[in-house]
């Protein structure tokens, strides 16, 4: 499968549950690489997405999109964008939950959602930056995202505490 033959689309309100258990095989398989846990996840269940998956905030900036290896087969791919709402801020967006399934990796699959968001992004009336996160031994992650023109700017460490132990996380930037 390369990037082109990758369906990417804007998830909604039925998306729900296959978004949700795609998001606890990540949260499961890479503790690391999330801030929320597996067990947070279960307790708040599939509605705490709700409103990122009814769409009535796309246009400003706050939106989930999935892949799929082409129409009605399973989810294989999640990432969101959150825009940061207030006055001052405004200019920027987060990169946020970003999974490709072990058996779509290293297919295109990452890189097409993350060009769809950032065609998105960059039709958004006053949107200069785009953020994210990423764990500092995460190579593959990194790669990809440097390859979308994101350069790190520093360093968060002890970003996550992962039963008791500490990972630090990478903060990266793309101007738009």
């Given amino acids: 499968m390369s990037e082109n033959a990758v369906l990417v689309r804007q998830l909604g309100p039925d998306d729900r549950d296959d978004y949700f258990n795609l998001r606890l095989r990540g ?16 307790a708040k269940g599939p509605s705490q997405h709700n409103a990122m998956l009814d769409g009535s905030r796309a ?20 990432v969101g964008l959150i825009r ?43 949107l200069r930056q ?17 390859s979308l023109g994101f350069r790190k700017y520093g360093c968060e460490v002890g970003a996550l505490n992962v039963g008791g132990v500490f990972h630090d996380a990478d903060l990266m930037a793309l101007l738009i």
Avoid: C, W
């Fill in 27 to 42: 949260l499961k398989a890479h503790p690391d690489s999330f801030g929320q846990s597996y067990e947070e996840a279960l």
């Fill in 59 to 78: 246009a400003e900036g706050d939106f989930l999109l999935g892949a799929y290896a082409s129409a009605g087969t399973p989810l294989i791919g999640v």
């Fill in 84 to 126: 940061i709402p207030s006055d001052k801020q405004r200019h920027k967006a987060a990169v946020v939950g970003m999974y490709v399934a072990p058996e779509a990796a290293g297919r295109g699959v990452g890189r097409a959602l993350l060009k769809e968001l950032l065609r998105r992004a960059s039709r958004m009336d006053g």
């Fill in 130 to 146: 785009i953020q994210l996160l990423v764990g500092s031994r995460n190579e593959a992650a990194r790669k990809l995202y440097e």
